[in-house]
């Protein structure tokens, strides 16, 4: 440790564009490390949640989200440090194309310093695959390039013409040849589930065979991760002590933050797991967080799970803290459509509909600010981050509190409902962006500052 840092191998695997391969080529780089026995720790850089479950499956780790926004600068920091002390290599896979968003990847690796991989899809692509490189290379000098990786190659020949065209010969360059057993599942919502995708073992077994025989099983070079400036985990570590808190997680709802679940544990929460297609009924619990997801997908076998259903609306009708973000919302609704028409009736604690479509209904990183909205607060701090991304529409026969804001664009963004005890969204809160709130809404010291009728 030098100046307090902390020494670790680190990349950032980004790309022109998305679906150029870069969950695939993080997953199998992840895979053949821990392979090695090395102790692999991913980041997924922006809001998202099915790629992590991939990348944990590859890594055995945890993996969480960075973003210099919506985590904030110090938390990134604070996530990488952590990792750092004990990992042996740090990956990290980038949101959209390198430069795509506000921030980009491309600043969380300026701001820290990682070197970059940069993915390909060169299925194609011949010469201009060097004109591609350059640009994405010089487009911002601070950068640290390390190498580049060919993706979806033909032929040999193929791959001679792409990577010979690379000005930088300083550059690792590399090449993975197509391959469909290596592609991941897809659907509207992007990848598949780690654990609804047969044979994934096996899978990632083979990406790490791809890897073997690649220039990219060496480790890329040392980073320099220091510890932030001010420790943030004294806030409120008791915050939570005594309070079982119940979170639906299955295949119908699991796009579930890991740093939410470890806020909340570590101010002291009993976090509890339980599933609405395969639980009888909730557990005990002083609250109840159901997180987004696919209800669309399981809306038939969710129905059919009466006594889940009836103990939903039991504990809706107790008073306790009930929170619930986006899919979580439309399962607390009256009714369901999927697109193939069918409708399912719901739990009926909110009064309204919801409609899936084929076309994105809303994207984007939103904050929400809850000054005004709340009675009898005492925070300090009135905003919380997320994001949301969603195909359905709902029509909700309540009055909003309020609604987020888009970032870094003047629009509107999510209607936010506080009914009673039970505050829905199609939101996906980041708990850490505004610990105390979350602490004020599970222990019933928060109510809404206008209550719906």
């Not at 981050?385 to 970032?407: C, D, E, M, T, W």
């Amino acid at each position: 440790m030098k100046n307090n840092a902390v020494l670790c191998p680190a990349l950032l695997i980004s790309a022109p564009n998305s679906g150029a391969g870069k969950t695939t080529v993080t997953a199998a780089l992840a895979s053949y490390h821990r392979r090695q026995g090395l102790d692999v720790r991913v980041f997924k850089v922006g809001p998202d949640f099915i790629d992590p479950m991939i990348l944990k499956k590859a890594s055995g780790n945890t993996v969480y989200q960075l973003d210099l926004w919506m985590v904030g600068k110090e938390s990134c920091q604070s996530l990488l440090f952590d990792a750092a002390k004990n990992a042996d290599l740090i990956l990290i896979e980038s949101v959209m194309g390198l430069f795509d968003g506000t921030p980009s990847s491309a600043e969380l690796a300026e701001y820290f310093s990682i070197p970059i991989l940069a993915v390909i899809d060169a299925s194609a692509m011949a010469q201009t695959f060097g004109a591609l490189i350059h640009g994405l290379e010089h487009y911002n000098e601070k950068l640290n390039f390390y190498g580049v990786v060919a993706n979806k190659v033909a032929s040999p020949r193929h791959a001679d013409m792409l990577l010979s065209c690379v000005r930088n010969k300083n550059l690792l360059v590399s090449h993975v040849k197509r391959n469909p057993d290596l592609a991941i599942p897809e659907r509207h919502l992007g990848i598949m589930q780690a654990g609804e995708i047969k044979h994934i073992d096996q899978q990632l077994e083979l990406m790490a065979d791809v890897i073997a025989e690649t220039e990219l099983k060496q480790l890329p070079p040392l980073t320099q991760f220091y510890p932030p400036a001010k420790t943030q985990e004294s806030t409120g570590q008791q915050a939570l002590t005594g309070k079982t808190i119940a979170i639906i997680n299955d295949t119908a709802f699991n796009f579930l933050y890991a740093a939410n679940q470890q806020l909340l544990e570590k101010a002291g929460a009993n976090v509890i797991f339980c599933s609405a297609l395969q639980s009888d009924r909730l557990p005990e619990c002083d609250a109840l967080y159901i997180p987004g997801g696919y209800p669309e997908l399981h809306a038939e076998k969710l129905v059919e799970n009466i006594s889940f259903i009836e103990s939903v609306q039991a504990f809706a009708k107790s008073g306790k803290p009930l929170l619930a973000e986006c899919g979580g919302m439309l399962f607390l609704l009256d009714s369901l459509t999927t697109k193939d028409s069918n409708t399912y009736q719901l739990t009926g604690i909110l009064p309204g509909s919801a409609t899936m479509q084929d076309r994105l209904a809303a994207v984007g990183q939103q904050s929400a600010d809850f000054s005004g909205l709340v009675a009898g607060t005492f925070l300090e701090n009135y905003e919380v981050r997320g994001h949301s991304f969603h195909y359905s529409k709902a029509n909700i026969n309540l009055k909003p509190v309020g609604a987020s804001q888009y970032h870094a664009r003047p629009a509107k963004g999510e209607d936010i409902f506080w009914h009673n005890n039970v505050l829905a969204s199609y939101m996906h809160w980041y708990f850490p962006s505004n610990p105390a709130f979350f602490f004020g809404f599970f222990n019933q010291e928060l109510t809404a500052g206008a209550v719906d009728e």
